[in-house]
């Protein structure tokens, strides 16, 4: 390599490819970061292209030295995804401002490659997929031009070459990302901070944390059934069970004795269906309300929660079974006891009014009726944002606020029962879903979290009672989006009361999801078990290396070798004049203006002046060239049929 | 001009890091167990591989193609002069061409990597010149890591390429006038017109009167008399005329006076220990006795 200072050009290139790699990830760096990055590329540019000169050798290693100590105050850790992308982007930048030669060059552009990947530690949808796309190509161009020696060249010609090495390269990635054998991650112990993005459930629940997600579009899990999906208000999607209370917030309880499943037999009436769930870090599966199985790798719980041995953290599909009508009717000492309890003076006021509601009661079924008639009567609100709740919960909740999203009606509720000695648990896990007849699944969102009271009653086992229902039938009848119909609609528009806009709106979240169900399935879900059963598909069994292997490299070396054959292909000459002849011929025939195949140019050149005058004089020119360089004295120079040809706007 | 006969192609530093590089994305990309990762890691993985076709066609089908080069003064750069030839209708691009002395230990790089659309592109390249002799080359080499840097592909044409390397003109010695300096006991031959002394062909300048036009009118060319003592004076560069035992330097000596006698209009012969030349003038008589000047036995000389 030649070594000299890198061109102005290549300086550009360089800090262009490197912005578009970092911009994404502004809003996970610090600001300063940030900032520090900018300025350091704003620096270079200034070196490259004005009379700054680069900072002094001291105050250089100073900024180095200094990166390490910024990260650990800012990030409190020099380890783990956060710290480790700070360090990244600032070693980038200051690479980038010390870029002195090819090789410094070169090596920014490898840190730029890097940055492109922590991308995917933290999102990897489609956009940012085509996004990266788009980056690699710049940084391909990057490399083009610090390996071109400042060779002066267009940059869209550039850009136009790393898009085909990109786009040849495809094949070859495809074959590498199926049968490059998969291993189970992770390798090493992943840093604390992996999935803090991940949003869910969680184990407890206070006021707002479920409204929380309501707000949340992402996809909680898809489910393809077996038959006809069930109605929307049987769609009870049971995740943690919660028992105890300090008076704010309920969380479940520690891993009790793992049920045994009762044999209820096979039966006829059983709901099958399969689940796609996305990862949340947590324990359990989601099951329609009852189980009636436990899917492969997980146990039942006493309180009928699925859970697995292992944190989910990647999409995990499972198969499950549920009886809808089925409720559980197993309670010990122990339990009935935790389902009564109440922390030590919380909710006086509700207590107070329950034991006197339930003294006026003749029975349990009608104190309860009573108190779902409270919460139908007096005016409740169903809101996505009830108002913060600062003293007594439930007390606040019931007496003055009386707005509340499905968590404060299940709170209250339970309290209610409780205090009249009637054992309640609460239920959270998700209400509903949306179906798409697109791809003919159920997807659950996020905010159709959702949480509701299941009651012991003598005799009849425990009983699923919602309260959000009494306040809000449409919220379990039609889902969210019927009984808060804010959030839908084209946003920004103005179109969310328009009833077409609206159906637009949903086939295009539908068409959208269904994309995005494609691409979790075969991109983001593409994992060892897939890897098998494509194998398997094409009798390669998926233990055996060296036949992976095998496959893999003949399957590479055929896609190299068919390149290598049309990049080899002889390609007539072909002449140039006549070329530019068929390019005004192709103009032509936008306009529908077509030159018959046995019409000379010259007969052509007559009817369209007689057809159409208005391109007469172009025409006419275009010919009078054509016909002395093909045919006539060849004298005329071909730039002028060029410039003709390419001015030639019919 | 013969299609160079063999490629070679083997990554470069570059190119080793970058693997090493992606070795990295993918111990990552399964550790966070991150589709998108694998896909672009692969990607990356593609492209390198998609390079080492790119880079292999960016010299596939040239040909190469020498002309003569023109002798020096030892210390003066040769310039060697290359032709590509494409062929093929794309372009080729950042194409570095390199040539290498067979023995000593110069070489020589086309500064500007070189770029060409279908067609010629010529390439001068300069290499210095120590001694005099034969600067022989070995195969010129062409090389290219176009387009990504990460693999080199390279080919030695084969072609002969060599430049006469003249002495470097030295000493401070006049001309030896017979009758003067270093020739005076010839100087006693300068008999006048009379004394006939030889035929040689005519050269332009040559007095009329001297042709032998019998000959002449029986088709024999066009001699000329040569007589002892003509003006301008004949001169003889003798080796042995040269007070001086160092070989280089007598042969520097004498290749000043080539260069002056030439340069006043003077009929020179040369005469070495073991051989001599005509007596003549002229750049063709010139280039003969600097060539033999150059090739002299001994150092450098062949």
Redo the contacts between chains.
Sequence with gaps: ??NRRPSSEQILWLCAAMALVITPHLSRLPIWAGIAFGLLALWRLGVAFGRISLPARWLRVFLVLAILPAVYLSQGTLFGRSAGLTLLAALAGMKLLETQSP?DA?VVT?LG??L???H??YQ?SIA??IY??LV?IVF?AT??T????G?AQAPIRRLR?AGI??L???????L??LL?PR?P????G?PKD?YSTVTGLGETMSPGSVSRLSLSDAVAFRVKFDGPPPPAAALYWRGPVLWTTDGRTWSGLSRGPVHRLPDHGRNGTDTRYTVTLEPHNQRWLFALDLPASTPRGSVLSEDFQLLRRKRI??RLRYRARSRLDQRPHNISAISAARALALPQGAHPTSRALAKRWRRESRGEQAYIQRVLAHFRQQPFYYTLRPPLLGGDTVDEFMFSSRRGFCEHYAAAFTVFMRAAGIPARIVTGYQGGEYNPLGQYLVVRQRDAHAWVELWLEGSGWVRVDPTAAVSPSRIELGMDAAIPQPLGPPLLGLADNATARELWRNFRQSWDALNNGWNQW?????MERQRQLLARIHIDSGNLAEIALALMLS?TLS?GI??LW??RR?A??DPVLGLYRRFCQKLKRRHIECGRSEGPVDFCRRITRQHPQFSAEASEISRLYIDLRYGSKRTDISRLRQAVKIFHP | MRAPTRLYILPTG?GL??AG?LL??L?????????????????????A??????TH?NL?GLHLRTSDTTPVFAGEPAIFRLCLDNRT?YPR??I?ARIHADSAPVHS?S???I?LATGLQNIELPLTTQGRGWLRLKQPRLSS?????LFRVWTRPPAMLACLVYPQPDGALPLPFPGNGAGNERGLESGGDEDFSGFRQHQPGDSPRQIHWKAAAREQGMPVKLFSGSQPQDLELRWEDIPLKDTERRLGQLCRWILEAEAQGYRYNLRLPDSCTETGSGAEHQHACLKMLALYPGKGGE
């Design positions: 390599m030649i090789r070169y490898l490659f890097f492109v990947i922590t995917f530690l990897q940012i997929g990266m796309l690699v391909t490399l083009m610090i390996h071109g020696h060779l070459y090495l990109v040849q390269a495809m094949p070859i990635a495809l590498l990302f490059f291993l991650g992770p390798l090493w992943l992996a953290r990647q991109v983001l879900g593409y994992g590479i190299l390149l290598a990049l080899w390609r000459p072909g | 570059d890091l970058f590089a990295v994305m111990l990552g990309a399964i550790n966070y167990d991150s589709g998108l990762g694998y896909l672009f890691t692969f990607l990356l993985a593609g492209l591989l998609v390079t080492i076709l790119h066609r596939t209708d691009q950042d570095c790089s500064t500007e990597p770029s890591t176009f387009p990504l840097g």
